[in-house]
């Protein structure tokens, strides 16, 4: 028997307004696609709402009042996202996401730093947004691709990893699997890759919203996470660069915001962080994204991870009996080497149908192929249906789960 | 959305109706939903401008595979030109029932292949037009 913090869990729901909303069937949400996207807590919708309300206004350079509190509260939000994975200020750099993180990376770091026959090292569980990027920088500078091995259970085969690393200038790998819930053991990776001498990405869309991360302890150069995957709204998210590399490296996107002084044959550039952040930026979604943090540090993101620890561990021991009728689950089965998903099929019963099934009992999963098409290719898998957890479910969403998987085998008569 | 999956939804899922492939198509199509990775390919024997015989293949979910099955036995013996202009009543009609606006791609991919196959170029999609 698992012992949940339910007293916790509650209070935590009572946070999230949508939560409380029925479905226009009258069933109760149960939301499981975190994965994909977070539910929004009461403290950051509200925090929009005041920044529109009170003290809208563009940033930095604004004289008076509200001008002056919006750009204090702006840089306030990259300092607590700095704190919340042990960084300092100037190396936060607001992007839209993740992606767009990634990008900066690959656009403005890639293209002087990669040349033809260079190697960049990645895995087969990645994204498609830690993919196709390095894909279309390998295109352009003539630097090519190489993978570290899935095996079967969705685990990286690390027994070449000495020889995979030999001569690689970029390592870019993730956190944690969006498709499988792998954790990819960085503190094995990491070290061998700091030693040859590669430059070090990390992924950490599916990592900053449900693990510790300490960017100084993990001696990563970049870390890219999206906001709104860790209770914050869509539209922002972060790229943790080391400073010295920052400050060598080119602007990415030009124009206001980002110089020091502009004459109309030459330009000089902005300091660190702002010299990343052409043009007005996303205030107050980067406000919420403070906020977001905030919320996430009063629960603790050990209680984060534990909590997750315990929903997987009673996941599995009620998923279980399924098995035996053609519950089929993918990824690592273990808890401790695992984060809040669970990829599965269920018999012949494909996972669209059973999103679409699951849909009318209030159940939110997601179906497909989780933008890890090459994954899926190998693992011959055509889709498979996905369940994430976050800090807003219980033992309650598990049980609607199992439930919502029996009425598919009826409907499917299976 | 569950009430979709009636006995002979399931049963053309299941046992689909020509499936497999021709020895030598007069015309053929391929395509896939990029949204769900649903595929399915249409095969046609056409002789003096009718579908004498029709094979479909691909993968997905039931609802693309059980239109795509149904499909095939409503469009023997006719004629191409009037494949070529099938509108997705045909479709809505072979199931039945209402589909959920997020599902009609799935429903209509079998229909876009074939009308593909019959105008010689991709189609744009039945629920579009």
């Given at each position: 028997?698992i012992?949940f913090d339910?007293?916790t869990a509650?209070?935590v729901?009572?946070?999230?307004?949508?939560?409380?909303?029925?479905?226009?069937?009258?069933?109760?949400?149960?939301y499981l696609d975190s994965a994909a996207t977070s539910q929004?807590?009461?403290?950051?919708?509200?925090?929009?709402?005041?920044?529109?309300?009170?003290?809208?206004?563009?940033?930095?350079?604004?004289?008076?009042?509200?001008?002056?509190?919006?750009?204090?509260?702006?840089?306030?939000?990259?300092?607590?996202?700095?704190?919340f994975i042990n960084?300092?200020?100037?190396?936060?750099?607001?992007?839209?996401n993740a992606?767009?993180?990634?990008?900066?990376?690959?656009?403005?770091?890639?293209?002087?730093?990669?040349?033809?026959?260079?190697?960049?090292?990645t895995t087969e569980i990645e994204h498609h947004s830690n993919?196709?990027?390095?894909?279309?920088?390998?295109?352009?500078?003539?630097?090519?691709?190489?993978?570290i091995?899935v095996d079967g259970r969705g685990e990286l085969i690390l027994?070449?990893?000495?020889?995979?690393?030999?001569?690689?200038?970029?390592?870019a790998i993730t956190h944690v699997s969006n498709t499988l819930g792998t954790i990819t053991p960085l503190e094995r990776i990491l070290?061998?890759?700091?030693?040859?001498?590669?430059?070090?990405l990390v992924d950490g869309a599916q990592g900053a919203p449900h693990l510790p991360v300490d960017v100084?302890a993990l001696?990563v150069?970049?870390y890219a996470f999206s906001g709104h995957k860790m209770l914050a709204?869509?539209?922002?998210g972060v790229?943790y660069?080391?400073?010295?590399?920052?400050?060598?490296?080119?602007?990415?996107?030009?124009?206001?915001?980002?110089?020091?002084?502009?004459?109309?044959?030459?330009?000089?550039?902005?300091?660190?962080?702002?010299?990343?952040?052409?043009?007005?930026?996303?205030?107050?979604?980067?406000?919420?994204?403070?906020?977001a943090v905030?919320y996430l540090e009063?629960l603790g993101m050990d209680w984060v991870r534990a909590h997750e620890r315990d929903l997987l561990s009673y996941a599995f021991e009620r998923l279980?009996?399924?098995?035996?009728?053609?519950?089929?689950i993918y990824g690592p089965k273990d808890p401790a080497r695992s984060s809040g998903v669970i990829s599965f099929?269920?018999?012949?019963?494909?996972?669209?149908?059973?999103?679409?099934?699951?849909?009318?009992?209030?159940?939110c999963i997601r179906?497909?192929?989780h933008c890890t098409?090459?994954l899926m290719?190998?693992m011959?898998?055509?889709?498979t249906a996905r369940a994430s957890f976050y800090v807003y479910n219980t033992a309650?969403d598990v049980?609607?789960l199992?439930?919502?998987?029996?009425?598919?085998?009826?409907?499917?008569?299976? | 959305?569950?009430?979709?999956?009636?006995?002979?939804?399931?049963?053309?899922?299941?046992?689909?109706?020509?499936?497999?492939?021709?020895?030598?198509?007069?015309?053929?199509?391929?395509?896939?939903?990029?949204?769900?990775?649903?595929?399915?390919?249409?095969?046609?024997?056409?002789?003096?401008?009718?579908?004498?015989?029709?094979?479909?293949?691909?993968?997905?979910?039931?609802?693309?595979?059980?239109?795509?099955?149904?499909?095939?036995?409503?469009?023997?013996?006719?004629?191409?030109?009037?494949?070529?202009?099938?509108?997705?009543?045909?479709?809505?009609?072979?199931?039945?029932?209402?589909?959920?606006?997020?599902?009609?791609?799935?429903?209509?991919?079998?229909?876009?292949?074939?009308?593909?196959?019959?105008?010689?170029?991709?189609?744009?999609?039945?629920?579009?037009?």
């Amino acid at each position: 028997m698992i012992a949940f913090d339910e007293q916790t869990a509650q209070r935590v729901i009572a946070d999230f307004p949508i939560l409380a909303r029925p479905t226009s069937r009258g069933k109760r949400l149960v939301y499981l696609d975190s994965a994909a996207t977070s539910q929004k807590p009461n403290a950051v919708i509200d925090a929009l709402d005041t920044y529109y309300r009170e003290y809208n206004a563009n940033i930095h350079r604004g004289v008076y009042e509200i001008a002056a509190r919006a750009t204090d509260e702006f840089e306030a939000a990259r300092a607590k996202v700095a704190r919340f994975i042990n960084a300092q200020p100037q190396e936060i750099i607001w992007t839209r996401n993740a992606t767009e993180a990634i990008n900066l990376v690959a656009y403005s770091w890639g293209a002087h730093n990669l040349h033809a026959g260079d190697v960049i090292l990645t895995t087969e569980i990645e994204h498609h947004s830690n993919l196709v990027p390095w894909q279309v920088l390998a295109e352009r500078t003539g630097a090519t691709l190489r993978f570290i091995p899935v095996d079967g259970r969705g685990e990286l085969i690390l027994d070449d990893i000495d020889r995979l690393l030999e001569g690689v200038k970029l390592l870019a790998i993730t956190h944690v699997s969006n498709t499988l819930g792998t954790i990819t053991p960085l503190e094995r990776i990491l070290p061998k890759a700091r030693a040859a001498g590669a430059t070090i990405l990390v992924d950490g869309a599916q990592g900053a919203p449900h693990l510790p991360v300490d960017v100084r302890a993990l001696d990563v150069d970049f870390y890219a996470f999206s906001g709104h995957k860790m209770l914050a709204p869509t539209g922002i998210g972060v790229l943790y660069g080391k400073r010295a590399l920052l400050e060598a490296m080119p602007p990415f996107l030009a124009g206001g915001d980002m110089i020091r002084k502009v004459g109309y044959e030459r330009t000089s550039f902005n300091d660190l962080p702002w010299k990343f952040e052409a043009g007005t930026s996303n205030i107050a979604d980067a406000i919420g994204f403070g906020v977001a943090v905030e919320y996430l540090e009063a629960l603790g993101m050990d209680w984060v991870r534990a909590h997750e620890r315990d929903l997987l561990s009673y996941a599995f021991e009620r998923l279980a009996p399924l098995e035996a009728r053609g519950l089929a689950i993918y990824g690592p089965k273990d808890p401790a080497r695992s984060s809040g998903v669970i990829s599965f099929n269920f018999a012949d019963i494909h996972a669209h149908d059973m999103a679409s099934i699951l849909d009318t009992e209030g159940i939110c999963i997601r179906a497909g192929h989780h933008c890890t098409m090459p994954l899926m290719d190998k693992m011959g898998w055509s889709a498979t249906a996905r369940a994430s957890f976050y800090v807003y479910n219980t033992a309650a969403d598990v049980d609607a789960l199992v439930e919502g998987l029996e009425k598919a085998a009826r409907v499917f008569k299976l | 959305m569950d009430d979709f999956y009636r006995d002979f939804i399931l049963d053309h899922y299941r046992n689909p109706r020509n499936q497999g492939h021709l020895d030598a198509p007069s015309a053929s199509a391929e395509d896939l939903n990029p949204l769900c990775g649903d595929r399915i390919r249409m095969e046609l024997d056409v002789r003096d401008g009718v579908i004498r015989d029709v094979r479909f293949s691909g993968q997905g979910c039931a609802i693309s595979q059980a239109s795509a099955s149904m499909l095939t036995e409503s469009i023997k013996g006719m004629r191409l030109e009037d494949a070529a202009k099938l509108s997705k009543d045909i479709v809505l009609e072979n199931v039945g029932i209402g589909i959920s606006p997020t599902r009609m791609k799935c429903a209509m991919l079998g229909l876009r292949v074939l009308k593909s196959a019959a105008i010689g170029e991709i189609a744009g999609w039945p629920d579009e037009e």
